[in-house]
Structures are given as structure tokens and as C-alpha cells.
């Protein structure tokens, strides 16, 4: 009787962790979804990550071309993003650097096993520290071409809970890093082109998403929006782009990439 109230007593616990875990993140997908600006989408991540004990945050878009600044939405310190972004530090930063070479999640931090940084590398870390950013956990976002961003949970300190956190929710965590930064790429990203036809940032945001093999409803879940919302908005590039296909139209997307490289 011992041993079946007990697992009746672990089923509801796990049961409310998943309610509890559904709730959290139904409520982010609606914030993004209703933010009106890059710092309600900053709020919206932060206040996900501090539920799962995760204290802050770094969105990086990785530029994909020399002379072209990144663009960061962060709850870390600002005098710290500042510097971050005047000296240039993504070129330095091996956590990047990692991000930008393997798709998969990561810890670092002192303590993880890891290739050992240069001297310029150990400082930035030590600066870093300062400003009270010790270890984190880093989900990578890269789409067919490579990598294109990076989103990154970091702590002051190797505690417990951070440790636990990082482990019980890593799936939860890339699923939000994906749906923030299809939101925040659309508002930091405005203005799309492709072979001079110009669509709308929704447009856009749906044929890069069809490019990645997402149907219609996918996207639209993604996004927070329906799926009849995201065809149309398919529909619309098609027709701009002279198209009869959403392949097609991937195809004008791709082909006018590659004349860029």
C-alpha cells in the first residue's frame, strides 16, 4: 500500500510539474506574441527564465557579414552589453565561437570540460565575471545556411538550482530560444528583399520558415499565429514573387542567398 500511494504521490507531482510547465510557457508564447517592442520581448524572456530559476539572458544575431554590428536584447547589465558591443567582443568570445561552430546546446563556465582559451579570451571571461556572468547554458539557432544566432542562459554562480534547472528543462529552454528569436528577428530584422521584390517582415519571417521544412501550421504555431494567417501571409509572397509554389518561391529565397555569398 506504501509503495502504491507513493507512486500515486510521484504521478501527481510529476502531473503538476507538466501543468505547472505548460502554463509557463503557453503564457511566453503569448507575451512574445503580444509584445509591441523589443523590450516587452526582453520581459517576456526574462520573467520565463527567472520561473525556471534562470537569472538572465542573451540574444545574440550573429552577423553574417564583415562590417555588419550584431544585435543583442539582454537583462544582463548594461554596462557590461555596452562594453560587449563597443569592443567588439563576439569576435573574441569563444562561447560564440562555439555557437557559431556546433549546433548543439552547451555549458560553460568554469569547471566544463572545454578547449582552453587564449589569453585575450581568459580576460574577456574574467571581465565578465565582474559584471556577475560566470557560467551559462547556450542554445545555438542556425537555419540551412549555418548559424545565425545564439541564445544564452547565464548565472553569477555554479548553483544547484542553475545546474538543475539547465538539466530538467533543456528542451523547454531551445524550444523558447526558437520562438524568441523568430519574434525578435522580426523586429530587430524590418525590411526584406528578394531579388528586389520586397515583402512584408511577415512574409519574410514565413518563407524562411517554409525554407526550414515547416508547413503552414508549424509556422503558425511558432509564431503565434494561425494557420490560415501564415499561408495567407505564404500566399502573398508567392504571388509578389511571381510564384506558384511555396517551393518555388523557397527556391527564389535561396537562389537570391546565393548570389549574395
Known amino acids: 500500500m506504501r509503495q502504491i500511494n507513493s507512486d500515486r504521490d510521484r504521478w501527481l507531482s510529476q502531473q503538476a510539474i507538466s501543468q505547472y510547465m505548460h502554463r509557463l510557457f503557453q503564457t511566453f508564447v503569448d507575451h512574445l506574441s503580444d509584445a509591441p517592442d523589443l523590450e516587452a520581448l526582453r520581459d517576456a524572456m526574462a520573467n520565463a527564465a527567472a520561473a525556471l530559476d534562470l537569472s538572465c539572458f542573451a540574444y545574440l544575431i550573429i ?3 564583415a562590417g555588419v554590428p550584431p544585435k543583442l536584447i539582454s537583462n544582463y547589465p548594461s554596462a557590461w552589453t555596452t562594453r560587449y558591443l563597443e569592443c567588439h567582443y563576439e569576435r573574441l568570445d569563444p562561447v560564440i565561437a562555439q555557437a557559431l561552430g556546433h549546433p548543439e546546446t552547451f555549458k560553460w563556465g568554469l569547471g566544463f ?3 582552453a582559451p587564449s589569453e585575450p579570451q581568459r580576460e574577456l571571461f574574467e571581465e565578465a565575471a565582474k559584471f556577475g556572468i560566470r557560467y551559462g547554458f547556450t542554445v545555438p539557432i542556425h537555419d540551412h545556411r549555418g548559424p ?3 541564445v544564452t542562459f547565464a548565472a553569477d554562480e555554479r548553483r544547484p538550482r542553475f545546474e538543475r534547472s539547465i538539466i530538467e528543462h533543456e528542451r523547454v529552454l531551445q524550444l523558447m530560444a526558437m520562438y524568441f528569436h523568430a519574434h525578435a528577428r522580426r523586429k530587430l530584422l524590418p525590411g526584406q528583399t528578394i531579388d528586389g521584390v ?3 517582415p511577415r512574409e519574410f519571417e514565413c518563407l524562411e520558415w517554409a525554407a526550414q521544412g515547416k508547413s503552414a501550421w508549424d509556422i503558425g504555431h511558432i509564431l503565434g499565429i494561425s494557420r490560415h494567417t501564415a499561408a495567407f ?3 502573398n509572397a508567392k504571388t509578389k514573387l511571381g510564384v506558384r509554389t511555396v517551393i ?3 527556391a527564389r529565397l535561396t537562389a537570391s542567398r546565393s548570389t549574395l555569398d
Do not use: M, N
Request: net charge positive; aromatic share 0%; no cysteine.
Open 233 to 235: 501571409h505564404l500566399g
Open 113 to 115: 570540460k572545454a578547449a
Open 63 to 65: 552577423p553574417d557579414r
Open 248 to 250: 518555388q518561391a523557397v
Open 198 to 200: 520586397s515583402l512584408s
Open 148 to 150: 545565425i544566432a545564439a
